[in-house]
């Protein structure tokens, strides 16, 4: 961890100093526990501030399209990506939110980040206060008490199932001992959900997301979602409630922002984390990449030339679905 | 793959039917509109993703007004 740190700040550095980039997106200390937030470096004195630990968990992609504004002026952007960050920008790439020379994509491959929640629960009621880390152990502190825990029983979901967790396109590559998940594009969690009775499903379904809030926060740390305007901030037409009195507006909301991403999401898992209200939006975002890689042997992100699957048309496209 | 998400949530399946037409296709047209129809009265009403609060709203709205 610390090496990967240092040469992540060695290279920051060098690029900030040599006027290659505006802009170096990465991870800081947050101020709470078991947190990283996203930092944002424009001078060379500040890289210290750059962390890299099972933390860093937001998909640093999302802020790309923010930064258009720059870009067009001809400055560059660097970024600090882990493998689903990585295919992010491919995606960004693909549909035009950035030009490939304009990002310096500083890639780390990823040993998969901590599930904040999994750890919290095991530990109930006791507050945490301090996280350290040393290759696959994890000591978590808190009053009067001192956990050790392995790191691969507590990672993310979308971590386990991630199918590439080496960045697939970089520019600067910082070498770790990363291998692929051994759990990688198993999606047990859908399997199972898929083998239940219908109505079940729905029940399931409806009950999840009827806890759902309306705060956009899986919106919002999507890279996938960029649009200016989002088809739930839509006043004319209105084409969905806004409200959380009506049931199924909510429903309706999930699915279309869903959908919304179909053969675009690349399993971070950033929306679901994000939920404050603990909703398992992979369950239904990780079916379409179920669905993407069945019909159209497809994979989000992986190839720059390539345009995102539901953007394109052969005579050979599957026909699942349609009248005969 | 709408379909798919759908009827993996737990729409009833059937209920989302989705078909490639031609403007000069006027017997297929009609073939697989009757055959929707079909489909749709084996399945009956909707009952999910229906807005209840709305659709009563309407639904007292217009009984008013056929009374008066
Ligand atoms: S839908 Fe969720 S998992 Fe997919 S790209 Fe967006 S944030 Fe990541
Ligand atoms: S983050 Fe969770 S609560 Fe907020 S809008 Fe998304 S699903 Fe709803």
């Known amino acids: 961890m610390e090496k990967i740190e240092k040469k992540i700040r060695e290279i920051a550095g060098k690029l900030l100093k040599d006027e290659k980039v505006k802009l170096v997106i990465g991870f800081e200390n947050g101020t709470l526990p078991m947190k990283a937030r996203p930092t944002f470096i424009k001078i060379q004195e500040n890289v210290e501030k750059l962390v890299w630990n099972s933390l860093c968990e937001n998909n640093l992609a999302v802020y790309i399209p923010f930064y258009r504004q720059l870009m067009d002026k001809g400055d560059k952007i660097g970024v600090i990506a882990k493998g689903c960050d990585a295919r992010s920008l491919v995606l960004h790439f693909q549909e035009n939110v950035a030009k490939r020379e304009q990002i310096v994509i500083i890639a780390i491959?990823?040993?998969?980040?901590?599930?904040?929640?999994?750890?919290?629960?095991?530990?109930?009621?006791?507050?945490?206060?301090?996280?350290?880390?040393?290759?696959?152990?994890?000591?978590?502190?808190?009053?009067?008490?001192?956990?050790?825990?392995?790191?691969?029983?507590?990672?993310?979901?979308?971590?386990?199932?991630?199918?590439?967790?080496?960045?697939?396109?970089?520019?600067?590559?910082?070498?770790?001992?990363?291998?692929?998940?051994?759990?990688?594009?198993?999606?047990?969690?859908?399997?199972?959900?898929?083998?239940?009775?219908?109505?079940?499903?729905?029940?399931?379904?409806?009950?999840?997301?009827?806890?759902?809030?309306?705060?956009?926060?899986?919106?919002?740390?999507?890279?996938?979602?960029?649009?200016?305007?989002?088809?739930?901030?839509?006043?004319?037409?209105?084409?969905?409630?806004?409200?959380?009195?009506?049931?199924?507006?909510?429903?309706?909301?999930?699915?279309?922002?869903?959908?919304?991403?179909?053969?675009?999401?690349?399993?971070?898992?950033?929306?679901?984390?994000?939920?404050?209200?603990?909703?398992?939006?992979?369950?239904?975002?990780?079916?379409?990449?179920?669905?993407?890689?069945?019909?159209?042997?497809?994979?989000?992100?992986?190839?720059?030339?390539?345009?995102?699957?539901?953007?394109?048309?052969?005579?050979?496209?599957?026909?699942?679905?349609?009248?005969? | 793959m709408l379909k798919s998400l759908l009827e993996y949530l737990g729409l009833e399946k059937g209920r989302l039917q989705l078909a490639w037409l031609s403007s000069a296709e006027a017997e297929r047209f009609v073939k697989i509109a009757k055959e929707t129809i079909e489909l749709v009265r084996k399945l009956g009403p909707a009952k999910k993703l229906v807005k209840k609060k709305f659709a009563t709203e309407r639904h007292r709205k217009t009984q008013k007004n056929n009374e008066k």
């Open chain 1, 109 to 324: 491959p990823c040993d998969g980040m901590l599930d904040r929640r999994k750890i919290e629960k095991e530990v109930f009621p006791n507050e945490i206060t301090e996280l350290s880390e040393n290759g696959d152990t994890i000591v978590i502190k808190g009053k009067e008490f001192e956990k050790t825990f392995k790191k691969t029983d507590f990672l993310c979901d979308d971590c386990n199932t991630c199918t590439h967790r080496k960045p697939v396109l970089y520019d600067e590559l910082v070498e770790s001992s990363t291998k692929e998940s051994e759990k990688s594009g198993d999606y047990g969690k859908i399997k199972e959900f898929e083998s239940k009775e219908q109505d079940k499903r729905w029940k399931l379904f409806t009950d999840e997301v009827s806890r759902c809030i309306r705060c956009y926060a899986c919106r919002n740390a999507c890279p996938s979602c960029y649009c200016k305007e989002c088809f739930v901030d839509c006043t004319n037409p209105q084409w969905i409630g806004t409200t959380i009195d009506e049931k199924t507006d909510l429903e309706l909301f999930q699915i279309i922002r869903t959908f919304h991403t179909a053969g675009r999401c690349v399993n971070c898992g950033s929306c679901t984390r994000a939920c404050p209200m603990d909703i398992d939006i992979s369950l239904l975002v990780n079916k379409l990449s179920i669905d993407a890689k069945r019909l159209f042997d497809y994979e989000t992100g992986l190839d720059i030339e390539g345009k995102p699957v539901l953007n394109k048309y052969s005579e050979d496209d599957s026909n699942e679905g349609f009248f005969e």
